[in-house]
């Protein structure tokens, strides 16, 4: 009881970090950016509801071509599961909650591997749909960085934009394609070389061991590493021979997935009655992706907060009368606040647990 009573606090610890975290920077933009002229804006602006409406749907589509495309990778790498577009779409939307609260949004991944087990594939190909998101996503986004950089290189010099905190975004893009870089280059060698995979797994675990209550035979565990790295590295591979068309499919689904979410930000915009910015506001959900993808905070909260400042600043201002306020607010609860909420039912639905969720929970509901 004392043991559950010390997982629940430190589950809390991130859920109340991320959420005050991102509160007190939107009190400070809105602080900072709302005045007598922005209220005089919001009241003479004929505000379109229906846009904040769309934005809620394609946040929702969102998840379910998040979805479609763990299952077009999962029914690939195994041929012996056929998970359904709702059952993936479900997992997609169970993982939210932790990936909301952990920096990168690592914690999703866990939820997400465990629920494709639990739907009958074996540890090492769910692992291996899941970094196969991961690698798509990241090939995707360091592909289209060159392209959002050009689109606003020519407009940060133009806007009246504090010039420290585009100096402060600058940096972090620059550390965010490293650390990219850096991962990608892990992950490959994880594939192309499995023994050295499993030997430092292996020394991983030995180090661990001393900390564990419940001890396991070495040989057992050793066993399970050796034989799950083998599964991942085959279903890795399976994408080369014959499961191309469905990497195709998954690409296509990766481009079509993230653009969605990308149209969120235009549509908030035109419900606020401010051009769309659809070029620029694309590249700049490019930017922002990759800034909030560094682990520094609990779900990126207030880092996102002071990108999107910076990033649409650009675009619609910063000035007396401005409204990035009210579009941080409008875009942080369709995009953040939404996927906690619908993360936390599913997840409370699935492991009858939210704040008290652990690994270990993983492990009993095996």
Known sequence: MKEKGKKQRTMKIPIILSLT????????????????????????????????????????????????????????IDKNVDIGLWESTKIVIANLF???????????????????????????????????????DAVFMLVLVPFAFFIFKDKVYLASVD??????????LTIGVIFFLILLAFFIYAIIRPERTKAFLIFINSKLSRFRK???KESKVISRINSEVDNFHKSMFCFVDEGRKALFKASVITVLFWSTGFMIPSMILMGL????????????????????????????????ELGIGGLYGVLVGTGPGSLIGVFIILYRFVTYYMNLVAGAIF??????????????????NK
């Not at 769309?54 to 589509?61: H, M, T």
């Not at 694309?282 to 207030?302: E, F, K, R």
């Open 163 to 172: 010039v420290e905190l585009i100096r402060y975004i600058s940096y972090g």
């Open 21 to 76: 975290l991102s509160l007190v920077i939107i009190l400070l933009i809105l602080y900072f950016t709302v005045d007598a002229k922005t209220i005089n804006q919001l009241t003479s602006t004929h505000i379109k509801y229906e846009f904040f409406a769309i934005a809620i749907g394609l946040n929702v589509l969102y998840w379910f071509l998040w979805g479609l495309r763990l299952k077009v990778l999962s029914n690939a």
């Open 273 to 304: 009655g401010l051009p769309p910015f659809f070029v620029e506001s694309y590249a700049a959900q490019i930017l922002l992706l990759v800034i909030i993808m560094l682990p520094i905070t609990p779900g990126s909260a207030g880092i996102t």
């Open 347 to 364: 997840q409370y639905r699935i492991f009858k647990s939210v704040a008290s969720f652990s690994l270990d929970m993983i492990n009993k």
């Open 214 to 216: 419940n001890k396991e």
């Open 98 to 136: 932790l990936a909301g609260i952990t920096p990168s949004m690592a914690g999703g991944e866990p939820v997400r591997i465990h629920l494709l087990n639990k739907e009958g594939m074996n540890l090492g190909s769910s692992t291996a749909a899941v970094l196969g998101e991961r690698l798509l």
